[in-house]
């Protein structure tokens, strides 16, 4: 059974840093694609990072450019998200997911999701 | 960034057939895949993949969930809605980055 389980949030004051993490267990960790998905309050879904299988290359939506960092472990099956320079609009459940894609095949999508961990920046 | 609009609610009767739509600002299909898939996510839990490439049904959903659609314009069918099908549902492009999901069809009982 594939399970991704996440830790690491809380409260943390704008501007500082928070480093959340993702126990992957149930599938070969090394051979997919993970990505982080967060959800604000009440609102819907937006996709954050993306890391390929190996690690060697990362993908980040705009907004968190340059502030986090997406990377894994495989030999721990263990996917890391680095938040720096925490904002108020960074506040959100965040989830750990799969993405299955195949080099053959276009496009990708989410087909395991963590419970998430709740993200709160706020003074 | 591709938008996708989706009505933000759909009231329904137990036993008939709910049919949620997406329109994408842009096509999101290369040659003969539509890179369209959605999601349902019921109160304090995650989401949970339903449907990938428009009409793929994930493993262990049921059969009563179907999706169709190409271009610009999809379709999530339940039929027929059982109670446990009340949720939100969300679509999600990933024919350009950054992917992106729309706001949300809340299916409510009639």
């Known amino acids: 059974e594939v399970q991704l389980v996440e830790s690491g949030g809380g409260l943390v004051q704008p501007g500082r840093s928070l480093k959340l993490s993702c126990a992957a267990s149930?599938?070969?960790?090394?051979?997919?694609?993970m990505a982080w998905v967060r959800q604000a309050p009440t609102k819907g879904l937006e996709w954050v990072a993306s890391i390929t299988n190996s690690g060697g290359s990362t993908y980040y939506r705009d907004s968190v450019k340059g502030r986090f960092t997406i990377s894994r472990d495989n030999a721990k099956s263990t996917l890391y998200l680095q938040m720096d320079s925490l904002r108020s609009e960074d506040t959100a459940t965040y989830y750990c997911?799969?993405?299955?894609?195949?080099?053959?095949?276009?496009?990708?999508?989410?087909?395991?999701w963590g419970q998430g961990v709740m993200v709160t920046v706020s003074s | 960034d591709i938008v996708l609009t989706q009505s933000p609610a759909l009231a329904v009767s137990l036993g008939q057939r709910a049919t949620i739509s997406c329109r994408a600002s842009q096509s999101v299909s290369i040659s003969r895949y539509n890179l369209m898939h959605w999601y349902q996510q019921k109160p304090g839990q995650q989401p949970k993949l339903l449907i990938y490439r428009a009409s793929n049904l994930a493993s262990g959903i049921p059969a009563r969930f179907s999706g169709s659609g190409s271009g610009t314009d999809f379709t999530l069918t339940i039929n027929p809605v059982q109670a446990d099908d009340i949720a939100t549902y969300y679509c999600?492009?990933?024919?350009?980055?950054?992917?992106?999901f729309g706001a949300g069809t809340k299916l409510e009982l009639k």
């Open positions: 999600q492009q990933s024919r350009e980055s950054p992917n992106t």
């Open positions: 997911t799969r993405d299955p894609r195949r080099a053959y095949i276009p496009g990708y999508y989410f087909d395991y």
């Open positions: 149930g599938f070969t960790f090394s051979n997919y694609y």
